[in-house]
T-cell receptor
Framework: KAGVTQTPRYLIKTRGQQVTLSCSPISGHRSVSWYQQTPGQGLQFLFE???????NKGNFPGRFSGRQFSNSRSEMNVSTLELGDSALYLCASRQNQETQYFGPGTRLLVL | DAKTTQPPSMDCAEGRAANLPCNHS???????VYWYRQIHSQGPQYIIHGLKNNETNEMASLIITEDRKSSTLILPHATLRDTAVYYCIVRGTGGFKTIFGAGTRLFVKA
């Protein structure tokens, strides 16, 4: 089975722009979670989707949003980018209540 | 989800066993202990998980104390490629909001 894939792998944006990141879960996995990782804050939970519904949300401002499609693929969007949004964004998928598997991440640099 | 406490860093000689401890004193009865590792700038890699019994797979062994308040991840023969940050996480079956701590940075030295 192919693992979790994320696109793009690297991205450079400027302040004020918006960005959309994509995640394709492992085949058969219906749950997708997103995390932000920065050197200062570590790995922080953003949100989790299951069957196109957001089921849990971390403590991030409304500029961070996401969605999930009927094929379980997920996107997250960050609007009005700030310098502090520079981070590694990780997606993880799982089947029902089972183990989460992570993708390689998208490294976003905001200039 | 319960919080975990891990030492910030550990060293291990190549070929020796690496024993990484984790405290999870507030763990609930239905919460599992999961271990992941992250090699620089890659996504976290799942290693092993358990509820109360000790577990072993091709990567590692997980020893959970009888009171479940702590656990130890054992890499039986550490190699240089095992140098990574190791995260111990406690999560229930319905706990989608996984909380990662700072983890343990393991240095395997030749």
């Amino acid at each position: 089975k192919a693992g979790v894939t994320q696109t793009p792998r690297y991205l450079i944006k400027t302040r004020g722009q918006q960005v959309t990141l994509s995640c394709s879960p492992i085949s058969g996995h219906r749950s997708v979670s997103w995390y932000q990782q920065t050197p200062g804050q570590g790995l922080q939970f953003l949100f989790e989707y299951f069957s196109e519904t957001q089921r849990n949300k971390g403590n991030f401002p409304g500029r961070f949003s996401g969605r999930q499609f009927s094929n379980s693929r997920s996107e997250m969007n960050v609007s009005t980018l700030e310098l502090g949004d520079s981070a590694l964004y990780l997606c993880a998928s799982r089947q029902n209540q089972e183990t989460q598997y992570f993708g390689p991440g998208t490294r976003l640099l905001v200039l | 989800d319960a919080k975990t406490t891990q030492p910030p860093s550990m060293d291990c000689a190549e070929g020796r066993a690496a024993n990484l401890p984790c405290n999870h004193s507030t763990i609930s009865g239905n919460e599992y202990v999961y271990w992941y590792r992250q090699i620089h700038s890659q996504g976290p890699q799942y290693i092993i998980h358990g509820l109360k019994n000790n577990e072993t797979n091709e990567m590692a062994s997980l020893i959970i104390t009888e009171d479940r308040k702590s656990s130890t991840l054992i890499l039986p023969h550490a190699t240089l490629r095992d140098t990574a940050v190791y995260y111990c996480i406690v999560r229930g079956t319905g706990g989608f909001k996984t909380i990662f701590g700072a983890g343990t940075r393991l240095f395997v030295k030749a």
